[in-house]
């Protein structure tokens, strides 16, 4: 049995992102044809996984791509120059 994909389904990921377990407010959900797209940024690939892990184990019928980014948290190499 598949589920489908629709609003409520988006809004049901959408409150799980923001819960307690996860809490990242900056994770969009983006339906396309048959799957459901998690975009946004978090602090590091292990975060990033666990929010992925979470998100297909509670949905196993929903075709999910984790496409979340690392956010850059170390200082610059080089130094900025004002004139």
Do not use: K
């Not at 994770?27 to 929010?51: A, C, K, N, P, Y």
């Not at 949905?59 to 610059?76: E, K, L, M, N, Y």
């Amino acid at each position: 049995m598949s589920t489908q994909l629709d609003e409520y389904l988006e809004a049901e990921i959408q409150s799980m992102l923001t819960d307690g377990r996860i809490a990242e407010l900056g994770i969009t959900v983006q339906r396309r044809e048959h799957l459901l797209v998690l975009g946004g940024e978090v602090e590091s690939g292990r975060r990033r996984d666990e929010i992925c892990r979470q998100i297909n184990e509670r949905f196993p019928d929903v075709h999910i791509v984790c496409d979340i980014g690392i956010t850059r948290a170390s200082a610059p190499s080089e130094v900025e120059e004002i004139s």
